[in-house]
């Protein structure tokens, strides 16, 4: 069945580090792919989706390709901030039942 | 703005007794979804609908009910509620995934215990 493989449960960085968060999915077919993020006491945000090989998706200087081959969709950013304290979720979707599929999340922890 | 509400925000159960949640959707959305929220599993998906009157099967729905009396209310039930049923539970909805509408819209979530 599909399935979304998030290495890292947590990650501590300071200020103007540089993130990756890395993302590996199993699924038949031609998923979308999508990075959430969630802040303490709220629902998951969508952060943003890219929905073919080698697309990069992007929002508030997070990125993500889309890479087939690898089956992955790492989240990138630059230069993080204390503000970007979050857990990050990808997920996948499933065409066929009309359902999202999200990995178990990864715990951003950045310092000052 | 368009908004998933739900009701209540938090919640403490007895084992053994019924718990209804609700959700209710301002999106005009035709896809709602209700997720279940442990730590160290993610979201896991309980219960879903594509339209009123019409609820399918997620990954986990032992033990959990699903209502969606119209498109925008979708109701989770627990008839006889148990310890391994506290969590936090979040409801969501989408557009049309025929339109590629497929992004999810979540609520703030239910934090419920079972006591």
């Known amino acids: 069945g599909d399935s979304v493989t998030q290495t890292e449960g947590q990650v501590a960085l300071s200020e103007e580090d540089f993130l990756t968060i890395h993302c590996n999915y199993s699924?038949?077919?031609?998923?979308?792919l999508f990075w959430y993020v969630q802040y303490p006491g709220e629902g998951p945000q969508f952060l943003f989706r890219?929905?073919?090989?080698?697309e990069k998706g992007s929002s508030r200087g997070f990125e993500a390709t889309y890479n087939k081959e690898a089956t992955s969709f790492h989240l990138q950013k630059a230069s993080v901030q204390e503000s970007d304290s979050a857990v990050y979720y990808c997920?996948?979707?499933?065409?066929?039942?009309?359902?999202?599929?999200f990995g178990d999340g990864t715990q951003l922890v950045v310092k000052p | 703005e368009a908004a998933v509400t739900q009701s209540p925000r938090s919640k403490v159960a007895v084992t053994g007794g019924k718990v209804t949640l609700s959700c209710h959707q301002t999106?005009?959305?035709?896809?709602m979804y209700w997720y279940r929220q442990d730590t160290g599993h993610g979201l896991r998906l309980i219960h879903y609908?594509?339209?009123?009157?019409s609820t399918e099967k997620g990954d986990i729905p032992d033990g959990y009910k699903a209502s969606r009396p119209s498109q925008e209310n979708f109701s989770l039930i627990l008839e006889l509620a148990s310890l391994s049923q506290t969590a936090v539970y979040f409801c969501a909805s989408s557009g049309d995934w025929g339109e590629g509408q497929n992004t999810l819209y979540f609520g703030a979530g239910t934090r419920l215990s079972v006591l």
């Open positions: 997920a996948l979707s499933d065409w066929d039942n009309n359902r999202i599929f």
């Open positions: 999106n005009n959305h035709d896809y």
């Open positions: 890219a929905s073919r090989d080698k």
């Open positions: 699924a038949s077919g031609y998923p979308a």
């Open positions: 609908s594509y339209v009123a009157d």
